[in-house]
């Protein structure tokens, strides 16, 4: 028998909307100078005959979802402009009525064949990846979340337990879950504060007399000015991991900057994850790292929370690549690698102990690894994908209503302001910020946060 909550998709529309970055990012060794959004609206309808309209939004983000060395990146962008289209064709023929975990559960049951079709008719030299899949689904996912608390007045992360589910997390995840729901891993009302990561790119100066062509649009220049004007507390720094000494200088100057600043601001107490986005060969570059930036600045090693993903995504064509010795120093946290519970168990496996979540990989997806990363004790953070206007409210959600998350990545402020344009007056403290945190207890409101659906 149907619940109240349950919904019922009916019209599905998707759409693409481009933005310049105004300076451009590298990661991974390759450097991103615009972002493609798919906007997805969906209307549905509950067992009651309630109606509501739910708006999902994600940078498709092909550079770092599907990182070809075979595929030249306009192609992998059009083929998951594609690939997003058909999923949102795929939703408009499921008939099922249920919760959006259900929902979508059904849905991710057939993502790997439209992707093997449609590889299949653009005669691909290489499968569609697992997480270009995910990120090419997500905007749909968060839609079909969205638009069930909209049509209920009620915040989607308060229909999340027995009384709206009808299986346990048994179903999803393993039979430790048995007799629990995500209500027992999620927070009834977002956590008000959160420090944001701002991301320290391998090309970003560091002091003006690094820049070489100023913006000139009247945004900060470089890392001294962001973290005076934004009151800055968790810097993120991208590495390279094929370089040593380089991404050893890298922190170190970034210790040094960031040192004087907060010193002039009065500020004794701030951190940094460091991002190797896979380049890294062995753990032992990584231990070899942590050696040499503790010998160089033993405070700024102090100061380092996190190391993401060091390695190859790809955990399983690499098992010689175990994180114990590195996690016995700072957490080590999978992020590309992370695409179902297969992989964070083999990660956990390889001695990796925390998670970043993502909203770009899906919202059930996110949830359900959130609930089993913190079932296993994990360290848990949430990454960003430049997401900017809808989709960075989502991920900052996400990141406000996962217990045991700390801490909040948004860069689309320093990258892509103009795609946040019309968004920081409706939310205040979210995309202009003063002391270093962004105001999440705004996320409240029916839907994934309340925000009406128009993008």
């Known amino acids: ?70 595929i030249e990146a306009p192609t992998t962008l059009r083929v998951m402009r594609e690939l997003a289209d058909r999923f949102v064709q795929m ?69 999340l337990g027995p009384s709206s589910v009808d299986h346990d997390l048994s179903v999803d995840l393993t039979a430790d879950f048995q007799g629990e729901y995500l209500d027992r891993y999620t927070r009834r009302q977002p956590v008000a504060r959160m420090p944001l990561y701002h991301l320290v790119g391998a090309l970003d100066p560091l002091t003006p007399g690094d820049v070489a062509e100023p913006v000139g649009d009247g945004l900060p220049e470089s890392l001294d000015e962001w973290i005076r004007a934004d009151g800055l507390t968790h810097l993120k720094i991208k590495l390279n991991g094929d370089d040593l000494s ?20 009065g500020v004794g107490d ?5 991002d190797f986005n896979e380049r890294c060969q062995d753990v032992q570059y990584v231990l070899d790292f942590l050696a040499q930036v503790e010998s160089r600045t033993p405070a700024g090693f102090k100061r380092i929370q996190y190391i993401e993903q060091p390695t190859h995504r790809d ?15 700072k ?8 695409i179902d519970l297969e992989s964070l168990l083999l990660a956990r496996e390889l001695g990796y102990s925390g998670v970043a979540l993502k909203a770009c990989k899906g919202q059930r997806e996110a949830l359900l690894m959130g609930a089993a990363a913190q079932k296993f004790g994990m360290f848990l953070c949430v990454q960003d994908l430049t997401c900017v206007g809808y989709s ?27 795609g946040n344009r019309g968004w920081e007056s409706r939310y205040p403290g979210m995309f202009e910020i003063e002391d270093g945190t962004v105001q999440t207890e705004r996320l409240v409101g029916p839907g994934l946060f309340g925000a009406e659906a128009t993008e």
Not at 316 to 327: D, I
């Open 246 to 265: 380089w991404d050893v200088e890298r922190v170190v100057s970034v210790e040094r900057v960031a040192a004087s600043v907060q010193a002039e601001r």
């Open 331 to 338: 957490p080590v946290v999978i992020d590309e690698s992370l």
């Open 392 to 418: 960075f409210l989502h991920s900052a959600s996400l990141a406000a209503r996962v217990g045991t998350v700390a801490a909040i990545e948004g860069n689309g402020r320093q990258y892509c302001p103009a």
């Open 91 to 159: 939703a408009g023929d499921l008939q099922t009525t249920g919760h959006p975990l259900e929902l979508t559960r059904q849905l991710a049951a057939g993502y790997e064949a439209v992707a093997e079709n449609l590889a299949t008719e653009w005669d691909l030299p290489e499968p569609i990846p697992k997480l270009a899949q995910l990120v090419a689904a997500s905007p749909l996912e968060a839609a079909i979340f969205d638009a069930q608390g909209k049509s209920l007045g009620r915040n989607s992360y308060d229909l």
């Open 315 to 329: 955990l399983k064509a690499h098992p010689g690549n175990r994180m114990h010795e590195a996690a016995e120093v």
């Open 270 to 274: 701030w951190c940094y994850s460091v």
């Open 1 to 70: 028998m149907a619940r109240p909550t349950d919904i019922r998709l009916l019209e599905i529309r998707g759409r693409t909307a481009h933005y310049a970055y105004r300076t451009p990012i590298k990661f991974g060794g390759r450097v991103v100078t615009d972002a493609e959004l798919y906007h997805v609206e969906i209307d549905v309808e509950t067992a009651e005959g309630k109606r509501g309209r739910g708006l999902g939004s994600m940078p498709l983000g092909n550079v770092w979802a599907w990182p070809s060395n075979q």
